[in-house]
């Protein structure tokens, strides 16, 4: 008796495109990742250590309220060369609640929502 075994389903990433634009992509049809140099003019993405990283991991589809959740994000954040640079952007591009998803700088959208609150009552009027 044979067994029916489902189709593997192609692992997400994040990618930029040749016009500067970051989609999500199956890694099938994903470009080669930059090679990681440390040369200033890089953008910081590329330095990431998410970046060859699930981005299931970062962008949960369930259990998004649980704090375990995010832990193998965060574990890989910690690791990150350009962290401040991640969270950084996502508090600049992040304009309400509903932008807040996902892992960026080692923060939960929890404490990014945190951070951005005690940065606008801090800063000076």
């Not at 952007?89 to 990014?112: C, H, K």
Request: charged residues 30%.
């Amino acid at each position: 008796m044979s067994t029916m075994h489902a189709p593997a389903t192609p692992e997400k990433r994040l990618v930029q495109d040749s016009q500067g634009i970051w989609r999500l992509t199956d890694s099938e049809s994903a470009p080669e990742p930059v090679p990681d140099t440390a040369d200033r003019e890089s953008p910081w993405r590329y330095r990431a250590a998410c970046l060859d990283a699930p981005l299931e991991l970062f962008f949960p589809s369930r259990n998004i309220n649980n704090p375990e959740t995010y832990d193998a994000a965060l574990k890989i954040c910690s690791t990150c060369p350009v962290k401040k640079q991640c969270l950084d952007f996502a508090l600049e591009v992040e304009t309400s609640d509903s932008d807040r998803n996902g892992v960026f700088g080692g923060l939960r959208p929890q404490e990014r929502k945190d951070l951005a609150r005690y940065r606008r009552s801090v800063r000076p009027q």
